[in-house]
């Protein structure tokens, strides 16, 4: 391996590492999909096809984690998602 594939090796690690919490996104049978769609694209910056796919992934999976990032960013985020009725919590 050279010195140049170990220091992007290190450095995807490092990454990795610093985006270890996710919002994750439970069903439920409350919200409907357009609900959680708004949702997601409000709270989470979700484009239109990425807030369905998730609240798709939702829906047939019972969870999805809809956001990945440092703590600091996601709580914000999973706060209006559950102030909106959604249930959601931080991994």
Excluded: W
Excluded at 17 to 37: A, C, K
Excluded at 44 to 57: G, K, M
Aim: with cysteine; proline share 1%; glycine share 4%.
């Amino acid at each position: 391996m050279s010195v140049q594939e170990e220091v992007l090796e290190k450095r995807a690690t490092e990454i990795a590492e610093e985006e270890q919490n996710q919002i994750i996104v439970f069903n439920d049978d409350v919200n409907t999909f357009d609900h959680v769609i708004e949702m997601l694209m409000k709270s989470c910056d979700h484009d239109a096809l990425q807030a369905e796919q998730c609240t798709l992934i939702i829906h047939y999976k019972g969870k999805c984690a809809v956001k990945t990032g440092d703590y600091e960013d996601l709580k914000p985020r999973c706060t209006a998602l559950l102030e909106a009725g959604i249930s959601a919590e931080i991994q």
